[in-house]
């Protein structure tokens, strides 16, 4: 794994091609957090339940820019809002996860 200068990681598969991985903010349960409960979805409603509502971001840069917006307007929640590798990206399959890297907001 290696970062590239505008913070993607990239992986080589198996067939020897690069993946690029992509990330989502997350809204995990205060009380588990194994637990999702929302996605950044980048509406004015800003969160939903629907993972394939999510917004989905190339590198951490953009979204860690969007993670300290969302930590700002809901500090309550800010240790519960976090950058994490999208689950049904390509690249997980070569990693398997069973929780996402957390990325540093």
């Given at each position: 794994?290696?970062?590239?200068?505008?913070?993607?990681?990239?992986?080589?598969?198996?067939?020897?091609?690069?993946?690029?991985?992509?990330?989502?903010?997350?809204?995990?349960?205060?009380?588990?957090?194994?637990?999702?409960?929302g996605w950044y979805a980048g509406s004015a409603c800003r969160w939903s339940t629907d993972h394939e509502m999510r917004k989905v971001f190339d590198n951490?840069?953009?979204?860690?820019?969007?993670?300290?917006?969302?930590?700002?307007?809901?500090?309550?929640?800010?240790?519960?809002?976090?950058?994490?590798?999208?689950?049904?990206?390509?690249?997980?399959?070569?990693?398997?996860?069973?929780?996402?890297?957390?990325?540093?907001?």
């Amino acid at each position: 794994m290696e970062f590239v200068g505008t913070a993607t990681v990239t992986l080589l598969n198996a067939g020897g091609g690069n993946l690029t991985m992509s990330y989502c903010i997350t809204l995990r349960s205060r009380t588990d957090t194994r637990i999702i409960t929302g996605w950044y979805a980048g509406s004015a409603c800003r969160w939903s339940t629907d993972h394939e509502m999510r917004k989905v971001f190339d590198n951490t840069r953009d979204a860690a820019a969007v993670c300290r917006e969302l930590h700002n307007l809901c500090p309550r929640n800010a240790e519960v809002i976090n950058i994490e590798v999208a689950q049904d990206d390509a690249s997980s399959e070569v990693i398997p996860l069973t929780f996402s890297p957390l990325v540093a907001c």
